[in-house]
């Protein structure tokens, strides 16, 4: 089972990225998947979930109306498209995914699968 994220880079305040984590191994569909986001010298938060069996998606307040999950079915792929970016958005960003069957307060502890993380800096 394979997790492979990218799409992170520099990017201005108020610009827009999409990342993307692409699975093998497992089949997104069973699957929750979730964001996560660590900035230096602070813990890994939990940025989004997405479930596929109830179709719920959770944000977290501070991303909520900027940031956006997707999936692919075809190839296999989930996306966090992230847009009105801030500064304060500046972290490495995981994704991850567990056999949960609807999205609630997971913390990283709950997931077994991620992805090797990609960095997002938000800066002019």
């Known amino acids: 089972v394979q997790l492979q994220a990218s799409g992170g880079g520099l990017v201005q305040p108020g610009g827009s990225l999409r990342l993307s984590c692409a699975a093998s191994?497992?089949?997104?569909?069973?699957?929750?998947i979730a964001w996560f986001r660590q900035a230096p010298g602070k813990e890994r938060e939990g940025v989004s979930c997405?479930?596929?069996?109830?179709?719920?998606?959770v944000y977290a307040d501070s991303v909520k109306g900027r940031f956006t999950v997707s999936r692919d079915k075809a190839n296999n792929t989930a996306y966090l498209l992230m847009d009105s970016l801030k500064p304060e958005d500046t972290a490495v960003y995981y994704c991850?995914?567990?056999?949960?069957?609807?999205?609630?307060?997971?913390?990283?502890?709950?997931?077994?699968?991620w992805g090797q993380g990609t960095l997002v800096t938000v800066s002019s």
């Open positions: 991850a995914a567990e056999r949960f069957s609807f999205c609630a307060a997971y913390g990283p502890f709950d997931f077994d699968y």
């Open positions: 191994g497992l089949s997104l569909d069973y699957y929750v």
């Open positions: 997405s479930s596929n069996s109830d179709g719920s998606t």
